[in-house]
C-alpha cells in the first residue's frame, strides 16, 4: 500500500525544466497532405412527437454547425512571375492587372502597386497608366513548383520551417545525400482557412531538469557491531525503509527527440501550432543529502544520536520525456554517489532511485 501511495505522490512531482535545442530538422515532401476541419451550417430533419389533428408526426429541420473534415494536397511552391503580354486574354489574373491600370487611369484612385518583370514592385501613376508601353514591362505574381530531381513526391527532405499568416515556409538544407537543387528561392506551402499541415521533425536537444522527489528502493537490512559500556559486543540488524527525498536535485538532461508539429491555419483568429515530441537521454546533476542515525549504517564513522551531517551527491541515470507544447510528463532512473569523507556509511550510497513527475516549460534557457 504505501509503495502505490508512495507512486501517486511522485506523479505529482513537480518537473520545471528550461530546454534549448541544440539541433532540429522536419522532414518535408514536396507533396504534403493538408487537413481541413471546419464547421458548417446544415440542415438536419428530426421527427419529434408534435401530433395533427390525424395523429401523425410532422417532419421538421433545424439548422445547426456540423464539424466537417477533409483531406486534401499540398505542393511545395515557391512565388514566380509571368509576363503580362504570355497570359490568355481570359485569365483572371490579366483582367485583375487591367481593373488596377484602369482605376488609375481615369482618376478613381491615385495610384497602383504592380510587379515589374523582375519581381520587384513599382509604382504606377495616372501618367504611367495612360501609357501604352507599360503593358510590355508588366508581370503577374503567380506560384510555381520548384526543380526537384526525378526522385517521386515521396522523397523526404531536411529543412527547417517557419509559419506565418497563411505560408509555412521551407529552407531546405542542401547537404550532399539530398537531390534538391537548392535555387536559394523561397519555397512555402499555402494553406487555406482551417487547413492543418504536419511535419514530423528531429532534434538534438538539452535541458535543466529540478526533481524535488525521489523514490529509493528498500533493502536488506544492515548487520553491525556495537560495544557497550562493559565492552561486550552485540550484532545489532538494521532495516533499511523504502524512502523518499525532498531535497532540491538540479539535473543537466540531454537527449534525441523526434516528434510531429501540426501547424493549423485560422484566419482573422490568429494560428495555432501543436508540438508532440518524445525525449530519451541521460542526466547528470547534483544535491545534498544530511546524513543522521536515521539514514546511515551504524558504523563508528557514521552520526550517532542527534548528530547530522551534510554530503555532496552526484546523480547519473536515464530517462523518457513526453511533452505537448509546454506541458511534459516524465519518468527518470538513476543512481545517487555520496561526496565526501562518511559518505559511504550512507544507507543509499550508489543505490538506485525513480522519479515520475510533471512539469511545465515556465522560462528558456
Not at 206 to 219: A, E, G, M, Q, W
Request: one cysteine or more; hydrophobic letters at 35%; aromatic letters at 12%.
Amino acid at each position: 500500500m504505501r509503495i502505490l501511495v508512495s507512486l501517486f505522490c511522485l506523479i505529482f512531482c513537480l518537473q520545471i525544466h528550461s530546454q534549448e535545442i541544440l539541433k532540429k530538422r522536419y522532414r518535408v515532401r514536396p507533396k504534403l497532405s493538408l487537413k481541413t476541419k471546419k464547421y458548417d451550417l446544415a440542415f438536419q430533419p428530426r421527427t419529434i412527437a408534435q401530433f395533427a389533428f390525424e395523429g401523425l408526426p410532422k417532419l421538421v429541420s433545424f439548422e445547426r454547425p456540423i464539424l466537417t473534415s477533409s483531406i486534401g494536397e499540398g505542393y511545395l511552391v515557391k512565388d514566380s512571375y509571368v509576363k503580362y503580354k504570355s497570359l490568355a486574354s481570359n485569365d483572371s489574373r490579366r483582367e485583375k492587372v487591367d481593373k488596377q491600370i484602369a482605376l488609375v487611369a481615369n482618376s478613381i484612385v491615385n495610384s497602383t502597386e504592380l510587379f515589374d518583370l523582375n519581381g520587384k514592385k513599382i509604382t504606377i501613376t495616372e501618367k504611367e497608366a495612360k501609357n501604352p508601353d507599360l503593358l510590355e514591362h508588366i508581370a503577374v505574381k503567380t506560384t510555381s513548383q520548384p526543380d526537384f530531381y526525378s526522385t517521386g513526391q515521396n522523397y523526404k527532405y531536411k529543412a527547417n520551417v517557419l509559419f506565418e499568416k497563411d505560408k509555412l515556409f521551407v529552407n531546405i538544407w542542401n547537404f550532399t545525400d539530398s537531390p534538391f537543387k537548392d535555387d536559394k528561392e523561397t519555397l512555402y506551402y499555402q494553406l487555406s482557412d482551417g487547413q492543418t499541415a504536419r511535419l514530423n521533425f528531429q532534434e538534438i536537444t538539452i535541458s535543466t531538469l529540478v526533481l524535488p522527489l525521489k523514490y529509493r528502493f528498500k533493502d536488506d537490512p544492515i548487520l553491525f557491531e556495537e560495544i557497550n559500556d562493559m565492552m561486550e559486543t552485540t550484532i545489532i540488524e538494521k532495516s533499511v525503509p523504502e524512502t523518499f527525498t525532498s531535497g532540491i536535485n538540479v539535473s543537466i538532461f540531454g537527449g534525441y527527440t523526434w516528434g510531429t508539429t501540426r501547424f493549423h491555419y485560422r484566419k482573422k483568429v490568429g494560428n495555432r501550432t501543436i508540438v508532440n515530441k518524445h525525449t530519451i537521454g541521460g542526466l547528470l546533476g547534483t544535491g545534498t543529502e544530511t546524513l543522521s542515525a536515521n539514514n546511515t549504517d551504524g558504523t563508528s564513522e557514521a552520526p550517532k544520536g542527534s548528530d547530522e551531517f551534510s554530503i555532496g551527491l552526484l546523480s547519473t541515470g536515464f530517462g523518457y520525456v513526453y511533452s505537448r507544447n509546454k506541458f511534459a510528463i516524465g519518468a527518470f532512473f538513476g543512481f545517487d554517489f555520496g561526496v565526501g569523507s562518511v559518505s559511504n556509511t550512507w544507507n543509499y550510497d550508489n543505490r538506485p532511485w525513480i522519479g515520475i513527475g510533471l512539469g511545465y516549460d515556465i522560462f528558456k534557457l
